[in-house]
């Protein structure tokens, strides 16, 4: 079983859509929760950290469900440049964070 | 400097051959990672740095590969003896401490033919 799992997607949404992401972890010791964003051919980056108490910038809310181990990454009003890979990471007690494999979001007009 | 560092940004090279790749962390990041994504793949941990702690090689797939982090800043993996199945992008991160976020290089994208 793999420790972080997320829906491969690809969602297909259009602008202005309103779009969620979830995404479950195994390691029930992990401590540290983010939600990085991939573009086609590019390096990962960091979109937002989740914290337990759930934290929102701009479009965008992520929350943690530590007792059902899942976190989620809700998006609002999407626009077309939203489109991307969007990664859930989990670090856990071995402080290596452990990459889901991703959900594609294609947003069009 | 501003980012995390790596070269080269590509490298073809023949199987059988050696490769060695590097990366230069954030300054003042004492975590470094390794991670490598194949075409369509995730991303695959290789190895983690964390101070002048002992690396947790764990991530490695053999023998072939190796990396080292000299003075807590600058690393180096390296692949001996390449094979086509090694061919990849191969991604480094550094991050302030165990419980922040991870900050990328643009990858090494390596071509084994």
């Known amino acids: 079983r793999k420790e972080v799992e997320q829906d491969p997607g690809p969602f297909n949404v259009p602008e202005g859509a309103t779009v969620a992401f979830n995404c479950t972890y195994s390691?029930?010791?992990?401590?540290?929760f983010f939600w990085y964003r991939q573009d086609c051919r590019k390096e990962p980056k960091l979109l937002m950290s989740?914290?337990?108490s759930g934290n929102e910038d701009g479009r965008f809310t992520a929350q943690l469900n530590r007792a059902s181990q899942y976190i989620s990454l809700l998006i609002r009003d999407s626009k077309l440049s939203d489109s991307a890979t969007y990664l859930c990471?989990?670090?856990?007690?071995?402080?290596?964070?452990?990459f889901g494999r991703g959900t594609s979001l294609i947003v069009h007009p | 400097g501003a980012g995390v560092s790596q070269s080269p940004s590509n490298k073809v090279t023949e199987k059988g051959k050696d490769v060695e790749l590097r990366c230069d962390p954030i300054?003042?990041?004492?975590?470094l990672y390794w991670y490598r994504q194949s075409l369509g793949q995730g991303l695959e941990f290789l190895i983690y740095?964390?101070?002048?702690?002992?690396?947790?090689k764990s991530g490695l797939p053999s023998d072939r590969f190796s990396a080292e982090r000299t003075g807590g800043s600058v690393s180096t993996l390296t692949i001996q003896r390449t094979q086509q199945e090694d061919s990849a992008v191969y991604l480094c991160?550094?991050?302030?401490?165990?419980?922040?976020?991870?900050?990328f290089g643009s990858g090494t994208r390596l071509t084994v033919v």
């Open positions: 991160a550094s991050s302030l401490g165990v419980l922040d976020g991870y900050t």
């Open positions: 390691n029930s010791a992990s401590q540290s």
């Open positions: 989740v914290y337990s």
């Open positions: 990471v989990a670090s856990g007690g071995s402080y290596i964070p452990t």
């Open positions: 300054s003042g990041h004492t975590a």
């Open positions: 740095f964390q101070g002048n702690s002992a690396p947790d």
